[in-house]
């Protein structure tokens, strides 16, 4: 007899299915006729659902989003694992060598059941899982790889790594257990095991600095996770009239501490990291110039205020709208100087409990709307000279990104040339090319190192030489275009035949694209402009999958492992073999 939902069960219930159809788009009445297809693919499709959720504070993307999930079978209750280091992404070629002192390390572990139950098999597997894959013994000296998948292998790789490189530096540690069901109860004994959970991880790491933590994220919950706004329009209220540099495009205004809090904090009172992707990357923690904001800001006895003593901060917009006298609503605030003096000021106001009814100093802020993409470009590269910042960071500002996402608006695709600019304007998910996506697959076909882009995701502009070959020396648009389309052709379609795990797409996606492009262009060494003069069109669902089959065989046969996937005898078998050039029938 199935259990009757209650309310709050059944809209959110109706809410999961009805954004998982409007995903499928143009392939929904194909999925829904097949019910078997339909239901694995809704559980599938509620695991990012309930990972975007649960880490909408960290401003992911969805291809971040999607690199966490790693349920499919031998996930030891699993399905989504996030590691994060000063709330900043953490894959394997993340540098960890600049980090200071105390680092924030949060690790996610999510379970997500599309049930109306809290149940006690979950415990049980991630008490196995404290037990085989948190000892860091147990870890290395057993091999694990026919319990776990190869995803959740690699993770845990990933967190032993890291903690040990930062362990030095007394890191604060935070392991969060989230159990994501539409169940409404909690059975005391399943309560039980979370405890016995809890108390058996916090056994191997004493350290008073970490912290186990089990939340269950019932039906009730995800409606108002769901409905939680994402900031896009910000209200900014100042305490002094503005000084008008010109009506509409730039202003110089002095903001309370306490306001400017609140502008750029969520509702978790998190800063919103988006805010700042176009200035440096990572707070610079104890330096002396942000030992002396501290400073001043915990001054009891001011004499001055704030403003007086610091430069301030510059952020651009993309419209300004001055609704009264002192109150502004910003559209899209990008600060592009000011991050170090922004963060000691949350600091500041978080450690005083935020609403100091004392605080009454300011902060000077002038808001600038760039006439072009090409201005904005230049005040960032202009506001962050002064301070050394890896290259890469600053990528996103050279001339032929701006072009490429001009020009792939055109053809009805978004380059997020700023991070999570066009999710937050409610662009398709499918329809938005990120940049380290795009460079994954220029890498993958115009270099030949699909192991190389599989690798190191954060880290592939790094290189100024790889960078050069791929963009700079690169005008034509149409291989960028191009390289976008295959790319999202190739991991929807192969996600889409359900026959591959999680991990195994992973793996094989690179090598596909790769493939199909050497067997349209007919040589294992294809230029930008063979690329650019594909027609993407005829790269069928029925020749992706001809190539994924001979890519999966190649890459069993090897091993079937990530550790593959990251090699160079894959990417060696493949070019040796004339299968790859000769043309599809």
């Not at 790094?462 to 790319?487: C, F, H, M, P, W």
Request: proline fraction near 3%; hydrophobic fraction near 35%.
């Amino acid at each position: 007899m199935a259990i009757k939902m209650d309310n709050s069960q059944l809209i959110a219930s109706e809410l999961i299915k009805k954004s998982f159809e409007e995903s499928l788009l143009d392939r929904q009445e194909d999925i829904k006729s097949n019910s078997s297809k339909f239901n694995k693919l809704l559980h599938d499709y509620f695991e990012n659902f309930s990972a975007s959720l649960i880490l909408k504070a960290f401003d992911l993307s969805d291809e971040e989003l999607e690199k966490g999930i790693v349920g499919n079978g031998n996930d030891g209750g699993c399905d989504g694992l996030y590691l994060f280091v000063n709330e900043e992404l953490i894959y394997d070629d993340t540098p960890l060598e600049n980090i200071k002192r105390n680092p924030k390390l949060d690790l996610y572990i999510i379970q997500s059941k599309f049930e109306t139950s809290f149940r006690e098999d979950v415990f049980n597997k991630w008490k196995s899982i404290v037990d085989n894959l948190f000892k860091i013994e147990a870890f290395k000296d057993n091999d694990f790889s026919n319990r776990y998948n190869s995803d959740v292998l690699e993770f845990f790789a990933r967190f032993h790594n890291t903690f040990l490189s930062l362990i030095t530096k007394s890191p604060i540690v935070s392991f969060k257990f989230i159990y994501v069901s539409l169940g409404n109860e909690v059975h005391p004994n399943v309560k039980q095991q979370a405890t016995e959970l809890m108390s058996k991880l916090k056994t191997l790491f004493p350290s008073p600095n970490t912290d186990v933590d089990v939340e269950y994220i019932n039906a009730e919950r995800i409606l108002k996770l769901y409905d939680a706004p994402s900031k896009t329009d910000f209200v900014l209220h100042i305490s002094e009239t503005p000084i008008i540099v010109q009506e509409e495009k730039e202003y110089i205004v002095l903001a309370d501490l306490n306001q400017y809090f609140k502008f750029i904090t969520n509702e978790n009172d998190k800063l919103i990291k988006h805010m700042f992707e176009a200035n440096v990357r990572d707070y610079q923690g104890n330096i002396t110039v942000n030992k002396e904001i501290a400073a001043t800001l915990e001054q009891i006895d001011y004499k001055e205020d704030f403003w007086w003593l610091n430069n301030g901060i510059t952020m651009l917009a993309s419209k300004i709208d001055q609704k009264s006298t002192k109150v502004f609503e910003i559209k899209n605030p990008e600060i592009v100087n000011g991050l170090q003096t922004s963060t000691e000021i949350y600091n500041y106001l978080i450690s005083t409990k935020k609403e100091n009814k004392n605080e009454s100093r300011k902060v000077l802020l002038r808001i600038i709307v760039p006439d072009t993409d090409a201005s904005r470009d230049n005040i960032i590269l202009a506001t962050n000279s002064q301070t050394t910042i890896p290259k890469a960071i600053l990528r996103g500002t050279d001339g032929i990104h701006r072009e490429i996402e001009n020009y792939m608006k055109t053809r009805g695709l978004f380059y997020d040339r700023r991070k999570n600019f066009y999710k937050n304007e409610g662009k398709p998910k499918d329809k938005i090319i990120s940049i380290p996506f795009l460079a994954q697959c220029l890498i993958s076909i115009l270099l030949r190192k699909p192991n190389y882009a599989r690798a190191r995701p954060s880290t592939l502009l790094n290189d100024e030489e790889t960078y050069k070959q791929l963009y700079l020396n690169n005008r034509i648009l149409d291989s960028y275009y191009n390289a976008a389309v295959i790319g999202k052709r190739v991991r929807s379609f192969i996600n889409n035949l359900g026959v591959y795990s999680i991990s195994e797409q992973s793996d094989i996606s690179f090598y596909v694209m790769y493939v199909c492009s050497a067997k349209i262009s007919g040589s294992v060494d294809i230029s930008p402009k063979q690329l650019g003069n594909f027609i993407v069109d005829d790269i069928t669902e029925e020749k992706i999958k001809l190539c994924a089959e001979y890519v999966y065989e190649k890459y069993q046969k090897l091993g079937g492992n990530n550790k593959v996937a990251k090699g160079t005898n894959l990417i060696d078998k493949l070019v040796d073999d004339e299968f790859i050039v000769k043309p599809f029938n």
